[in-house]
Every structure is written in C-alpha cells, then in structure tokens.
C-alpha cells in the first residue's frame, strides 16, 4: 500500500507545483450510489505530504466498508492544509508537527473546534548519495552548522564540516517552507522552527527530495522515515549523535525500535490528523475517526511509519470519545522530544 500511495502523493504534489495546491484530490469511491450518511457522504482531507500515506490508507480501507462514502485526500503541506482546514473549507488535514498558537487562534476566529488526533511516530532521516563514502555519521552540531541561517553563502563544501572531508561542494535538500517537517526540523537542530538558511533545494514533496539526493553523489538531505524505507536501495541513511548519552551513546540510527524507544533524538517525533468537531458530529465522520483509531495499529505499519502502543492508542480514541477539543501542545515550550504519552494522560 506505501508504494501506491507514495505513488499518488508524487501526483499529486506535481499538480500543486504547477498551479497552488492541488484540487484534483484521489477518492476513495466515485459511487453513485445514494447517500447513506445523514449530512452527506463527502470528506474533505488535506495537510501534510508526510500524513497523506497513512489518510490514503485509511480512506482506501474505510471505502471496503462504506461504498457510498466519497473521501478526498489532497496534498497541500502542513501549513497549507492547516489554512483552509482553520477557514472550515476541509474537514481533516493531516500534520506533522502540532498547530501553532497562530492557527488555533485563527481557528477559533473563524468558529473551528477541532480534535487533535496523534496517529503515528515519524522518525526525520538524514541522508546522502549511496556512493558517499566519507560520511559514517553526523552530529546535530554539525547539521546545525549545515543549515542554521548564517550557513547560507558560506558553507557550500564538504571539508566545511570536517576537515577530513572532501574539498567539494555540498548539495542541500530539504522540506519546503510549508511543510511541517521544516518546521520540525528547525526546531530540533537550529533550535527554532523556521530559522534556516535558503540557498537549498525544498520541496514540499518526498518524493522530489528522494529523487534529488539519489541522483547527486555529493547531496544531502533530509525528509520522513517512510520515504527511506521505500527507497533504501537509492539512499544512505546516516546515524545521528545527538551529543546526550541520556538517549543513549554515541550516533543512533533511525529504525522503528529506535524512534518508538526514543533514543533517536532529536528527530523522532509524532504525527497527527486533525478534524473538525463539525465533521465528527455527522455520521461519515464520526465513523471514519472510530475506524481511523481502531485501525491505525493495523495500516500504520504498511505505509513505512511506526505504529503507537496499545495504552497510547487507547488514549487517544479516550480523549476522542470525551469530547475533549483543542490541542495538547499549545502551551509547550518545543515540542522537540515530547512524551505524548505524558500529554496524553494529563
């Protein structure tokens, strides 16, 4: 199923690129037949190119279920599908960071109660040409150094970064302003989200990224776990020291044991659906967030991301059913190694 819907982000993210985001959507049905929905038979989703495996997968499974369910899955980034999902012109969108104090003030300007839906872990991977054979790790210092803002005009070689490396350039590819996962990625290695040099090449778009880095023997880039684990033969992944033995010693690869057990740091971190409270009180909706929280731990896996354990699923379909809107996060100060299981539970 990762490849079909990797597959189909790729699509759709070469129709946003030609012309803002991108309006023909994949359905999970194009069923005629009458609505047996009270409030209709059509969901809206968007948000994050990370997220859309995993609501593609939902909606590809929800149809087996409900034929008369008409489902759209765009793909507009993180940010671009937290601006219309806050207008209440989408139903759900998908992110792979937490909303901002800035989107849930505009939601609330605009009458949006939302539910904050965590769905899997993610890990951010970092990674270079597969004939790289200079690079065996990298610290968060030395990614730091790579994109803080002041880099930009000034760290452009390898040997920039350790004397031992080459004396050639280095190519630079990562996610674009949009996406949540820049955002994320600031965070944790510039230690602001948002701060980063611009002389790279972004997209909003993995698939671009993947295809960027496995093509240039001297890139380097980074973007979701999942996107790796399709792509392993095309890329080399580069373990991580986060210089904090407390996560465990030395540099860490990026696995599932290791983003679930945390000792990948920085860059682990939860991935999120999130829907309007007007949408869940229609019957299509309320069904297909019952069906996305029971059958979460099921598809999760199939679509390369890491799927939550049993208490922390049973958590979440419990703030579901409670009613309980808005957001964990908002008064966090990062979100950078958050224990969303300690969230959960206040």
Same mark, same amino acid.
Request: with cysteine.
């Given at each position: ?20 985001? $991108? ?9 005629? $037949? ?28 929800? /149809? ?32 792979? /960071?937490?909303?901002?104090?800035? &989107? ?20 951010? +991977? ?9 690079? !065996? ?10 994109? &803080?803002? $002041? ?45 980063? /040099? ?14 960027? +880095?496995?093509?240039? %023997? ?10 790796? $684990? ?18 465990? !010693? ?30 869940? &009180? ?10 996305? +929280? ?16 049993? &208490?922390?699923?049973?958590? +979440? ?6 009613? %309980? ?19 959960? %539970? !206040?």
């Amino acid at each position: 199923m990762i490849k079909n819907s990797l597959v189909l982000a790729f699509s759709a993210a070469v129709l946003f690129s030609c012309g803002g985001s $991108s309006d023909k959507t994949t359905s999970s049905t194009d069923s005629t $037949s009458a609505d047996k929905y009270e409030g209709g038979n059509t969901l809206k989703i968007d948000g994050s190119s990370t997220v859309y495996p995993i609501s593609e997968a939902l909606a590809e499974e929800f /149809r087996e279920q409900a034929p008369d369910a008409r489902i759209t899955v765009g793909l507009s980034g993180t940010g671009g599908g937290f601006k219309k999902f806050v207008r209440s012109e989408i139903d759900l969108t998908g992110a792979s /960071r937490p909303i901002t104090a800035s &989107e849930d003030s505009a939601a609330k300007a605009n009458g949006v109660v939302y539910f904050e839906i965590p769905v899997a872990y993610d890990g951010l +991977v970092v990674v270079v040409h597969p004939n790289n054979d200079w690079v !065996k790790s990298i610290t968060v210092s030395e990614l730091k150094k790579i994109w &803080e803002p $002041s880099a930009q005009g000034k760290i452009l070689r390898w040997n920039q970064i350790r004397p031992e490396w080459p004396n050639q350039e280095i190519h630079l590819f990562g996610a674009g302003t949009e996406s949540g996962t820049f955002d994320y990625f600031t965070d944790a290695i510039v230690g602001k989200a948002k701060s980063c /040099r611009g002389d790279y090449t972004a997209s909003e778009d993995d698939n671009v990224l993947v295809q960027g +880095v496995s093509t240039d %023997k001297l890139s380097l880039g980074f973007f979701g776990y999942a996107y790796f $684990s399709e792509n392993q033969e095309r890329l080399k992944l580069l373990p991580i020291d986060d210089q904090n033995d407390a996560n465990g !010693k030395g540099a860490i690869t990026p696995s599932a044991a290791t983003i679930l057990d945390a000792t990948y740091q920085p860059l682990s971190r939860p991935l999120f659906i999130y829907a309007t409270k007007k949408a869940y &009180e229609k019957a299509l909706g309320k069904d297909f967030l019952n069906f996305l +929280v029971e059958q979460s731990p099921k598809l999760v896996p199939e679509t390369g991301y890491i799927p939550f354990d049993v &208490e922390t699923y049973k958590l +979440v379909k419990d703030r579901l059913v409670a009613g %309980k809107t808005g957001s964990l996060f908002l008064t966090l100060k990062s979100t950078v190694g958050v224990d969303l299981k300690a969230e959960l %539970k !206040k």
